[in-house]
């Protein structure tokens, strides 16, 4: 059997869409399963929509996911170039032999005659009117130097028929299939053409891309064949939907590796869940390294219907990534993050990243965790009021002096002190330690969500700002 080669072959048209970085990955792992390579080829002939800086986001957004490639424009390899513009002349001389083995013709119609092949609802199907051309027109016109296309030859009648290792046995109509061209009148190929030729000559064993391509794969069979080549397995793979209605698409802007990096997702756990879309384990095993994710795949694990990506599960992801850090790891992460919060350098900075360390998914939620800090001031006292806590306003002002008096005995402001002192009021008191604690921390805070409870958040804002705004709450509840 010959070595496994997969391919991953995106147009640079501006940022790495997450369908396209699964499609990446996938062809990854399944290389990587079956001990094959992995190869990145730059499809760039769409000049068109070619968008500058957009190869350097491929290689970089690749490298940076650990999906890396065994060849590639930037590692070389033996089959190079892998990038399609670099290679022209290559295709003119594989279409013109397509010419002579029957499987593609030379097109010289103008543009007024193609847009005359439209039927009323703007459809365009071109009626093989050149290639009913004699062999002395076709020279001619080449010699006169008229533009042309090379057109694919489909047959008129007949079924083309194939195996895919996800979707079982496709059959497609030849009728279904326009004669799309192979090389454009610039000289540049078009994907259809320029694929064949390059997956055939690189040696790719399988093809995986979305099942937007099920319908194509024959008029790809019928150049394989024309040419006398193995045709490649093929492995489609469900769309990625945005909702039930709605795929995910680059075009509508949809996020990016790159956009969930900014936001603060632990890099792992984006390549983590995106294996997760359309692929299941046989376990019921959901965080996996990319080690783990290449031992666990397996082809009979793609389901065949879409899948929605939910941003949420992504989240809950990376928050069980951030749980497992090791300290070092964690606070490089989340330092750049610390640095755009209102309290950075006003804390100590370890106390800091403490608080919120077991109380974040992704990074970027730092800031809003923390930035209550300092943000103190009017609030509603009807926070006090809480019947899980076992606390009413009414509790809350008479037992709130008592609490300022207690810390404010205490010379040793850690958050195990705090702690024990107020755990021995509430005895003292008779009152539940819930109660307590829930009144002290609406008191120094204002609010009833916070990154840590009453006694660490206290131990951060030190001794004279704690008693500070206890006065404060105290004046509150007396109005």
Excluded at 85 to 111: N, T, V
Aim: with cysteine; hydrophobic share 35%; proline share 3%.
């Amino acid at each position: 059997m010959a070595k496994v080669r997969t391919r991953f072959a995106p147009s640079p048209t501006g940022y790495l869409h997450i369908g396209g970085l699964r499609t990446a990955l996938y062809g990854y792992l399944y290389a990587k399963k079956h001990g094959g390579d992995f190869i990145l080829r730059i499809e760039d002939t769409d000049t068109a929509r070619y968008v500058d800086g957009s190869v350097q986001i491929i290689y970089d957004t690749l490298r940076d996911s650990g999906i890396m490639y065994d060849e590639g424009p930037d590692v070389g390899g033996n089959y190079g170039p892998y990038i399609q513009s670099e290679r022209k002349d290559l295709y003119l001389k594989y279409a013109k032999e397509l010419i002579e083995k029957g499987g593609a013709y030379y097109c010289f119609c103008d543009k007024e005659r193609i847009e005359s092949l439209k039927d009323e609802d703007g459809n365009l199907r071109y009626d093989k009117h050149c290639l009913k051309l004699k062999k002395e027109e076709i020279e001619k016109n080449l010699a006169e130097g008229r533009p042309y296309v090379i057109r694919q030859n489909i047959p008129e009648h007949g079924v083309g028929t194939y195996h895919d290792l996800v979707y079982g046995d496709i059959s497609v109509d030849y009728k279904d299939i326009e004669d799309g061209i192979l090389i454009k009148s610039d000289g540049m190929p078009t994907y259809n053409f320029a694929n064949v030729v390059d997956d055939h000559l690189m040696g790719i064993t399988h093809v995986i891309r979305g099942t937007e391509y099920l319908s194509s794969t024959p008029k790809y069979n019928l150049m394989y064949d024309a040419f006398g080549w193995e045709r490649p397995e093929y492995i489609h793979l469900p769309p990625i939907m945005k909702d039930a209605q709605h795929k995910l698409s680059k075009r509508n802007g949809d996020a990016s590796y790159e956009d969930f990096v900014k936001k603060g997702f632990v890099k792992e756990s984006i390549v983590n869940y995106i294996a997760l879309l359309g692929w299941s384990p046989k376990t019921n095993t959901e965080k996996m390294s990319l080690k783990e994710l290449t031992e666990n795949f397996s082809l009979d694990g793609i389901n065949k219907s879409p899948s929605i990506f939910d941003e949420t599960k992504m989240r809950w992801l990376s928050g069980e990534y951030i749980k497992e850090m090791d300290e070092q790891k964690f606070k490089e992460l989340a330092l750049p993050f610390l640095k755009a919060s209102k309290v950075y350098g006003k804390y100590d900075e370890d106390k800091l990243l403490s608080l919120v360390r077991t109380r974040i998914q992704i990074f970027s939620e730092i800031p809003e965790k923390l930035d209550f800090l300092e943000e103190f001031g009017e609030y509603d006292r009807a926070l006090f009021v809480n019947e899980k806590q076992k606390s009413s306003e009414e509790l809350a002002k008479n037992v709130l002096p008592k609490i300022k008096e207690r810390l404010e005995s205490i010379t040793d402001w850690t958050n195990a002190e705090l702690f024990a002192a107020l755990v021995g009021l509430s005895a003292e008191l008779e009152i539940k330690k819930q109660a307590v604690l829930w009144i002290s921390r609406i008191a120094i805070t204002g609010k009833s969500a916070t990154a840590g409870g009453a006694t660490e958040i206290a131990e951060l804002l030190g001794k004279e700002e704690t008693l500070k705004r206890i006065d404060f709450s105290i004046d509150l509840l007396g109005r």
